[in-house]
T-cell receptor, first 116, second 111 residues
Framework: GAVVSQHPSWVICKSGTSVKIECRSLDFQATTMFWYRQFPKQSLMLMATSNEGSKATYEQGVEKDKFLINHASLTLSTLTVTSAHPEDSSFYIC????????????FGPGTRLLVL | RKEVEQDPGPFNVPEGATVAFNCTYSNSASQSFFWYRQDCRKEPKLLMSVYSSGNEDGRFTAQLNRASQYISLLIRDSKLSDSATYLCVVNPSGGYNKLIFGAGTRLAVHP
């Protein structure tokens, strides 16, 4: 089945540093990837839609200059949390849709970010 | 009003019990509906899509009522391994578009 990986699986960093999270589709090509954030006991909230070769589309309330998204290839999207602060600590999950068709989104295992 | 609303639970049931989860959505034009399962500290995994005519997959039955904007999931003969959070998910516009997640309903199945 379709596999999506994320790296790193967890990260602890100091306030003010930037953190890059990678999302890869391992056995399929994904023209569209999605980035979600989930706080404890809350639902997944879509942050942005990442389109290969073009600018990401951000959801309302998500700062595009703080959460930089790059989707440079059909199998890789990156999310960079710039100048991270403790309130950015969360579970970040990506998903990818197979460019070959179908509506199903395949989720990565998530990245836990803790900003001290 | 939230776009997708679920009873947070938790539902604590014994093995073998039948349990039902409900979900309502606010956008009447929504096109696609799903139930996902999320285990603690893991990513969500697709459990089943929900079709207008209702559909069944083993012990799991999903129903959709478009007039009431209501989705349900029925789990029969609960297993310990069914313990998880069940997420109601809606694709508001169909096609290759974003998903809206409910906050989830927690299920704990005990011996």
């Amino acid at each position: 089945g379709a596999v999506v990986s994320q790296h790193p699986s967890w990260v602890i960093c100091k306030s003010g540093t930037s953190v890059k999270i990678e999302c890869r589709s391992l056995d399929f090509q994904a023209t569209t990837m999605f980035w979600y954030r989930q706080f404890p006991k809350q639902s997944l909230m879509l942050m942005a839609t990442s389109n290969e070769g073009s600018k990401a589309t951000y959801e309302q309330g998500v700062e595009k200059d703080k959460f930089l998204i790059n989707h440079a290839s059909l199998t890789l999207s990156t999310l960079t949390v710039t100048s991270a602060h403790p309130e950015d600590s969360s579970f970040y999950i990506c998903s990818a849709r197979d460019a070959g068709g179908g509506e199903t989104q395949y989720f990565g295992p998530g990245t836990r970010l803790l900003v001290l | 009003r939230k776009e997708v609303e679920q009873d947070p639970g938790p539902f604590n049931v014994p093995e073998g019990a039948t349990v039902a989860f409900n979900c309502t959505y606010s956008n009447s034009a929504s096109q696609s509906f799903f139930w996902y399962r999320q285990d603690c500290r893991k990513e969500p995994k697709l459990l089943m899509s929900v079709y207008s005519s209702g559909n069944e997959d083993g012990r799991f039955t999903a129903q959709l009522n478009r007039a009431s904007q209501y989705i349900s999931l029925l789990i029969r003969d609960s297993k310990l391994s069914d313990s998880a959070t069940y997420l109601c998910v809606v694709n508001p516009s169909g096609g290759y578009n974003k998903l809206i997640f409910g906050a989830g309903t927690r299920l704990a199945v005990h011996p």
